[in-house]
């Protein structure tokens, strides 16, 4: 099982960014695939969730509608475009997939996930 990170990088207030998760190893179909962060000296958050399942999407509240996951199915590979960016998003990004077949708790990535990336750094500047 892999998930793989990439976009990430530095840009400056008020900037977009385009995170992928590229997965592969399991069947993207049966499994959620969330992000999350963790910024400088702060606990790891929930930032969002999209099911393989059947497509539901869920964004944290705190993201004031800025940001948007979004998958591919037919490349296995789950979004997270980044606009209006702020300082506070600063962070190291992660995905991560959960098996949700008939488990609506796990198909909002809100409970333990299966699998990890290792992480990308997003900074923003002022």
């Known amino acids: 099982v892999q998930l793989v990170e990439s976009g990430g990088g530095s840009v400056q207030a008020g900037e977009s960014l385009r995170l992928s998760c590229a997965t592969s190893?399991?069947?993207?179909?049966?499994?959620?695939i969330g992000w999350f962060r963790q910024p400088p000296g702060k606990d790891r958050e929930w930032v969002a969730c999209?099911?393989?399942?059947?497509?539901?999407?869920y964004h944290a509240d705190f993201l004031e509608g800025r940001f948007t996951i979004s998958s591919d199915k037919a490349k296995s590979t789950v979004y997270l475009q980044m606009n209006n960016m702020k300082i506070k998003d600063t962070a190291v990004y992660t995905c991560?997939?959960?098996?949700?077949?008939?488990?609506?708790?796990?198909?909002?990535?809100?409970?333990?996930?299966?699998?990890w990336g290792s992480g990308i750094q997003v900074s923003v500047a002022s």
């Open positions: 991560a997939a959960v098996m949700a077949v008939n488990d609506g708790y796990a198909a909002r990535c809100v409970g333990a996930m299966d699998y």
């Open positions: 999209i099911s393989g399942i059947d497509g539901e999407i």
């Open positions: 190893g399991f069947t993207f179909s049966d499994y959620a």
